[in-house]
């Protein structure tokens, strides 16, 4: 521990995301070809129609600084969308515009999370969940989940870890890392339970919404008994395949959004002028080019669970959306594979990067120790390239 620096770098985690992200670039720096299969990110390019939005936008001038809530005709699209798409009733008072749906989640909590508050988290959680409550001082209490429940976490299980200190409930929906998809029947159970604890805040997190391979989306917000106290989180990274653009929004009781506003407004300011253009052209123009990478997704779910099956000591669920699998490995551990013993999935991890030049990221990161996270957003040849490797590094 550096002591020149402030103790709250200390309270949290590096992203192990990141982390294995980070260490396969390092690879093929050294000119190794490395297949990363450790990152959220889609693949696919931005839709034509988005990108000529943000070239008219720079024409037109929009090159200025922006509101710190966001442009009135993106929070009025998203509005609409919010209405139309999840019958949630959020005005334009109500919805910020940020840079990217991790930062507004981070603004949600830095407006809710007060030292020693506690933040129901379902098992396995995306990765930064635990870390940002951690930054605001706040206290992580996990729901435990496995693969025999589809990594769904009950209603009864999410009640049992309500305190007199809980101030939020933080879930995604689809999954990540699972790819598990609430139906509208268990978020109404879910709902039902919150109903009863009016001082808990409940944070969904959407932003897979359209990668959905079995139903329509569903959002929490739209049971009246909560909906009071419902933080939706949104934005346009993963359907519009946009990661870099750099978008995200929520939509909440007007008193969050304008906390949420004025500490953004001490952060960041408002979210890229040209950005917030194309991201309007996405809410407001064609879905078809979204459905397309979702098609594709769901051949890629299909191939890689396919080549799972080929590895014995595996084991998978069925994701329902998202795009990534997150197999069970705790078959491997204490084995030896190629005269390197094996004691933990994160141990795993790092030898397949090394043996088989593929990334991908433990489930300690997650929440579940046992499994390991496997993102499909590559081209099909690429992950059966990755998965001819690993078939090769895992045979014991």
Known sequence: MDTRLANRVYYFEESQTLEMAKKARELSAKGIKVINL??????????KHIIDAAKKAMDDGFTKYTPVAGFADLRQAISDKFLHDNGLNYSLNQIVVSSGAKHSIMNVILALINPGDEVIIPNPYWVSYSEMVKLASGK?????????????SPASAIEAAITTKTKMFLFSSPCNPSGSVYSKAELKEIADVFAKYPNIYIVSDEIYEHINFVSKH????????ISDRVITINGVAKAFAMTGWRIGYIGAPE????AC???????????NSIAQKATLAALQGSLEPTKAMVAEYLSRRNLVLKRLEEIPGITSNMPDGAFYVFPDFSYF???TLKGRTISSTRDLCYYLLEEAHVSVVSGEAFG??????ISYSLNQNDLNFAFDKLKVALTI
Not at 140 to 152: D, E, M, Q, R, T
Not at 368 to 373: A, K, L, M, T, V
């Open 38 to 47: 450790s990152l959220g990110e889609p693949d696919f390019a931005t839709p």
């Open 140 to 152: 992580p209490v996990f729901v435990p989940s496995n693969i025999l429940n589809n990594y769904k």
């Open 218 to 225: 569903e959002s929490i917000g739209q049971f009246e008994s």
């Open 255 to 258: 008193y969050i959004a304008k």
């Open 261 to 271: 506003e004025k500490l953004q407004g001490q952060f960041t300011s408002g979210a």
């Open 333 to 335: 551990i204490g084995k």
């Open 368 to 373: 579940n120790p046992e499994c390991i996270r």
